[in-house]
C-alpha cells in the first residue's frame, strides 16, 4: 500500500506490479537471513511464475533502493532503469560511523515504529487503519528487524557483486530536513553526498531534491517518481 499513489496512474501508461518482500504486508514470512541476495532471488523468482516478462524499469524506496540496484547488477539484460527513492547506499553506514554517528541497526528497545500519523502519512484515509495493523504485526517487526541485523551483509553483497549496468539512473532524495537531533549532526550532509554519488553510477544518472517530501517521497510528491518513469520509458 505504500504505493497506492504511484502503481494506479503508472499503470495508465505501461503496466506496473507492486508486492510486498516475505514477511510484509499479506506475504507469508521469508526463509531468514533476510539479506539483499536473498530478497532479489524471491523476486526473480515471482517474476518468473507471475509471467512477468523484462525488461523493467526498477522502483525502490529506502531498502527496497538497495534490493533493486542489486536486481540491476545481477540481471543486467532485464533491466533498462532505475528510479531510487531515498534509497540506502552501500557506504552509507560506514560513513555516519566514521563521523561518530550511532544507527541503532539491531533490535533494541531504541528502534521504534512511529506513531500512525507518521507511519501512515500521504497515504488516502481509508487504507490507513489496515496499513498500520499491517506494518505492527509479528512477522513485520520479525522480518524488519532481521534486515536491519544483516544489513552489513545485504551492503557488503552488493559491494562485490558485478558493476551497474549503464543504464537511465533516476536518484530522489528527500528535501525536508529528515534528521535534526544534534546526535546526529552531519548526518543531512553526509546523506546527500553519498544520494549525488549514487546517481552517478552510471553516466546515465541524475540526481533530483524531493523539496516538498521527507523519507517518504512516493507517498508525498508521487509525481516526481511518475514523471521519471515516463523519461525512462520515453528513452527505451
Not at 504511484?6 to 495508465?12: F, K, L, T, Y
Not at 553526509?190 to 507517498?219: F, N, P, V, Y
Amino acid at each position: 500500500m505504500d504505493w497506492i499513489n504511484v502503481q494506479s496512474r503508472v499503470g495508465e501508461f505501461t503496466q506496473a506490479c507492486s508486492y510486498d518482500r516475505s514477511g510484509y504486508g499479506w506475504s507469508e514470512m521469508g526463509i531468514k537471513p533476510r539479506t539483499s541476495k536473498r530478497i532479489v532471488n524471491e523476486l526473480t523468482e515471482i517474476l518468473k511464475m507471475a509471467k512477468k516478462e523484462p525488461p523493467y524499469i526498477l522502483v525502490g524506496h529506502s531498502f527496497g533502493g538497495l534490493n533493486m540496484q542489486l536486481f540491476a547488477r545481477t540481471n543486467p539484460k532485464d533491466v533498462i532503469g532505475l528510479v531510487l527513492i531515498d534509497s540506502i547506499h552501500t557506504e552509507q553506514y560506514k560513513r555516519f560511523e566514521d563521523a561518530g554517528i550511532e544507527i541503532p541497526i539491531m533490535n533494541t528497545t531504541r528502534f521504534l515504529l512511529g506513531s500512525k500519523d507518521q507511519v501512515t502519512q500521504g497515504m488516502p484515509e481509508d487504507y490507513k487503519d489496515i496499513a498500520y495493523k499491517l506494518v505492527r504485526s509479528d512477522k513485520a517487526l520479525s522480518s524488519m528487524f532481521n534486515e536491519l541485523r544483516n544489513m552489513h551483509v545485504s551492503t557488503q553483497e552488493i559491494s562485490t557483486a558485478a558493476k551497474m549496468p549503464n543504464i537511465p539512473i533516476t536518484v530522489i532524495t528527500h528535501g525536508k530536513q529528515v534528521w535534526d537531533n544534534p546526535m546526529f549532526k552531519n548526518m543531512e550532509e553526509i546523506w546527500l553526498t553519498l544520494q549525488t554519488q549514487l546517481s552517478k553510477s552510471t553516466s546515465k544518472g541524475k540526481l533530483l531534491i524531493a523539496d516538498g517530501s521527507g523519507h517518504h517521497i512516493h507517498l508525498e510528491q508521487p509525481e516526481l517518481v511518475l514523471n521519471e518513469i515516463k523519461s525512462i520509458l520515453e528513452k527505451k
